[in-house]
């Protein structure tokens, strides 16, 4: 391993964008640590560049834990991604409050414990890059997905001031908005939703099923847009604001029309209309 390899760590490495990161970053001779709530969803990515950590978000303890064990292991971090994530599906006023929470945990504090914890690193050898993953879903929210999107307008802006408050100390912060990547982010979110058959939203069922598949239709491959972000990623003057991926720029231009040409353009398809 050559010692001055970038050291780079990785949330959300089980599957889709963060797992081709881990690969792509690898492939260009980074020290890599991937992590996940789980190492059984990432042993199989232990390979000579890479090593692997349990690290839940939403778990301080969890956090601290792996910041150290990278450290002690490699002297610093020179670049964290904020990858792991979480995609609520439901109408807002059918949420409970637990699952809004988990939302907000994961995409949004858990994300900002774990940046708490790396930059005093970065802060103090005066450099590093910190890229957050955000989403197009931020820029244009849509029914169904409020939660999410919400979450990723609110990260964002917290890394809009971050950028900010972080640059005179020699770190870069990258927000990342991915439209479309081919990943397992839906395969929980369209679990369990059944349960909104017996409220006011029922008849449009299909819909609600429909929008939590949406970003999986003629998705981006993972490892096409790993390598694209990668490009833009390794270079010295790395870009503050990156667009990839299916829709990550047809969306935020749709999100600038009139705002009531935009509430009928969504209720439309995703069958609000029919609610009449």
Known sequence: MDINAPVVLISGCSSGIGRALTLEFAARNCRVFATARKLSTINDLKAQNVEISALDVTDEKSIAACVDSVIAKAGRIDMLVNNAGLLLIGPLVELETNELRRQFETNVIGQAALIRAVAPHMIGKRSGKIVNMSSV???????????????????????????????????????????????????????????????????IQDFIIARANASQENATPAEDFAKKLVDKLMKEKTPKFIRLGKDSTLLPVIARFPRAFVDALLSKKFGLDRLR
Do not use: H, W
């Open 137 to 203: 879903s931020g820029v244009l929210p849509t029914p169904f997905a409020g939660a999410y999107c919400s979450t990723k307008a609110a990260f964002t802006a917290f890394s809009d001031s971050l950028r900010m408050e972080l640059a005179p100390f020699g770190i870069t912060v990258v927000i990342v908005q991915p439209g479309g990547i081919k990943s397992n982010l839906s395969d929980n979110a369209d679990k369990g939703l059944e349960r909104f058959r017996k409220t006011p939203f029922g008849p």
